[in-house]
């Protein structure tokens, strides 16, 4: 009999559970249903004019802001290309300067090396004059 009275119990309990479960699941679908087919269209678009405006305003920030970003870059642009002209300018002149300054000491090299051949075609000169003198008195 013990058996036979949790068998009753149990289904007691299963159809009770039912029960309340189907009254809890009714109220909550009245409470959760859709709207009328009329009233959500009209609620979709609503969404979709607010997503529209949205995405214009975004579009419009981002255009100003592609804007700002190019105005920007062209003046650092400017300013990085001035910098190289004249860092190119700058290094020209110093080029030209060394360049100067190396062929001075080239032609300067030269003016004394022709000296120095100079003085010794003068000696062998003077040499040649003398053994033809000794050459002349033998």
Avoid: C, H
């Amino acid at each position: 009999m013990g058996n036979q009275e949790n068998q009753n119990i149990n289904s007691k309990d299963f159809i009770i559970g039912t029960l309340i479960g189907g009254i809890v699941g009714a109220s909550a679908a009245l409470l959760y249903a859709p709207k009328s087919g009329k009233e959500l269209r009209g609620e979709l678009n609503q969404g979709a004019t607010d997503a529209r405006g949205r995405a214009s305003e975004w579009k419009n920030v981002a255009y100003e802001k592609g804007s700002d970003f190019k105005d920007k870059a062209y003046v650092k642009g400017s300013d990085l290309k001035n910098k190289a002209v004249d860092s190119t300018k700058s290094l020209s002149e110093k080029t030209q300067g060394l360049t100067k300054n190396v062929q001075t000491k080239i032609q300067e090299k030269r003016n004394k090396n022709e000296k120095t051949a100079e003085q010794e075609a003068e000696e062998v000169a003077e040499a040649i004059e003398e053994a033809a003198e000794e050459l002349e008195k033998k």
